[in-house]
C-alpha cells in the first residue's frame, strides 16, 4: 500500500502499451488528471503489458511522449504489471483453494467453430457483455484426474472465475459499485447482475493473470480510491467487485466517461486504425486542440469541477 494521507485521493491511468494512444485514451488520461489537480490528489501511471507478445518498449515510450505533450501530470514510478507476475500468481492460487477457479482446455479457435455451428444451425451460444462467447459446460464437469492429464500432457489452458460459485459464496445476487456520474461527484449505487457475465479468463498457462485479476490487484496496492475510465469498461466493474469482494481488497469509486466515437458512430479503438494521438502531436497540432477534441468530440464531457462532497 502507499504512505499518502489517509484523505488525499489517489487517481491512476493505466493504458496498455500494445498500440497507439487514440482520443478515447486522451480522454480518460485528461479527465483523471483534471480530477487529480482539483481534488488535490495524486496521479499514478500504470502500464498494463501483462500481453508479452503484442506490448513493447517503443509503444510505451510513445504513450509516454504522448502523455507528456498534453500536459499529464502523472508521478513518477511507473508500475509495470509484467514485474508483478509472481504476485498475481500468488492471489490466483488463494481463489483456486476457495474452489473458485478451475482449468478449461477449449481453445479460442475452438471455442469459435463451437459457436459457429451452434449459430449456423440457428441456435444461440451466450455470450459475455462484451460479446466474449461463454466456454462450454463441459469444461466445469473435468474430473480433476482429467485436467491433471490434459495439463501434463502439454495441452493449452486458462483457468476461469467460476462465477456462480463465487456468487454463491458471496451471497450476492446482483453486483453493486459507487459510481460518480461525473467525476468527483457524489457517488450513486450502479447495479449489475454479474451472471449476464461468464466464467471469465482471470490466467493463462503462460501468463499468470488477465486484464480483471491483474487490473484489481493494482487498483488496492497503490491505493487507487477513484477510477475513471471509459463506459466500454462499465459491465467490467461487475466481475471486478467480485474479485475485490473475495480477496478482501478494497472498494474504489467509479466514475465510467461516455466514450468518444468515430464518424461512423462507432467506439474508437487500437484494431480499427482509429486515429493516433501520435499522428496529431507529430502532425503540428496543439495539445490543446488535440484537449478540445478529445473532452468535446460527438458527445460532450464538461471539464471536471470540485462539486461540495466528493467520495
Ligand atoms: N488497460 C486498460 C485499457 O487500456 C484500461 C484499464 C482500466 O482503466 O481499468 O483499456
Redesign the pocket.
Known amino acids: 500500500m502507499t504512505n499518502a494521507p489517509a484523505n488525499q485521493p489517489i487517481f ?5 502499451p500494445n498500440g497507439a494512444l487514440h482520443l478515447g ?1 486522451a480522454r ?1 488520461a485528461i479527465l483523471n488528471n483534471q480530477a487529480a489537480r482539483v481534488a488535490g490528489g495524486r496521479l499514478l501511471l500504470r502500464m ?1 503489458d501483462i500481453d508479452r507478445t503484442r506490448c513493447s518498449p517503443e509503444l510505451e515510450q510513445a504513450i509516454l511522449d504522448d502523455l507528456v505533450w498534453l500536459g499529464i501530470d502523472f508521478e513518477e514510478g511507473i508500475r509495470r504489471q509484467s514485474d508483478h507476475f509472481a504476485s498475481y500468481k500468488e492471489r490466483l492460487e488463494q481463489l483456486s483453494n476457495l474452489g473458485l477457479v478451475y482449468p478449461s482446455f477449449t481453445t479460442r479457435g475452438e471455442l469459435r467453430r463451437l459457436v459457429a455451428d451452434v449459430e449456423a444451425a440457428g441456435g444461440d451460444w451466450p455470450r459475455d457483455p462484451d460479446g466474449t462467447p461463454h466456454p462450454p459446460l463441459s469444461e466445469k464437469t473435468r474430473t480433476t484426474a482429467e485436467r491433471h492429464k490434459l495439463i501434463e500432457t502439454g495441452h493449452p489452458y486458462a483457468w476461469r472465475l467460476d462465477m456462480k460459485a463465487a456468487l454463491q459464496r458471496l451471497g450476492w445476487k446482483e453486483v453493486s459499485w459507487r459510481e460518480s456520474a461525473t467525476p468527483l461527484e457524489k457517488p450513486q449505487t450502479a447495479r449489475f447482475d454479474a451472471r449476464l457475465w461468464g466464467d471469465v479468463v482471470l490466467a493463462r498457462k503462460d501468463i499468470p493473470t488477465s ?1 480483471h485479476l491483474a ?1 484489481v490487484l493494482d ?1 488496492a496496492q497503490q491505493g487507487v480510491s477513484h ?1 475513471i ?2 463506459r466500454d ?1 462499465y459491465p ?1 466493474t461487475a466481475i471486478h467487485r467480485v474479485l475485490q469482494a473475495l480477496l478482501a481488497l478494497p472498494e474504489p469509486i467509479y466514475h465510467h466517461h461516455a466514450l468518444v466515437l468515430d464518424e461512423d458512430g462507432r467506439k474508437l479503438s487500437k484494431s480499427i486504425g482509429s486515429a493516433a494521438l501520435s499522428a496529431q502531436r507529430l502532425g503540428g497540432y496543439e495539445p490543446q486542440e488535440t484537449i478540445a477534441l478529445a473532452l468535446g468530440a460527438k458527445e460532450a464531457v464538461k471539464p471536471v469541477t470540485l462539486p461540495k462532497t466528493y467520495g
Open positions: 491512476r491511468f493505466a493504458p496498455s485514451h480518460s498494463e486484464y487490473v487498483d477510477i475510465r471509459g469498461l467490467a
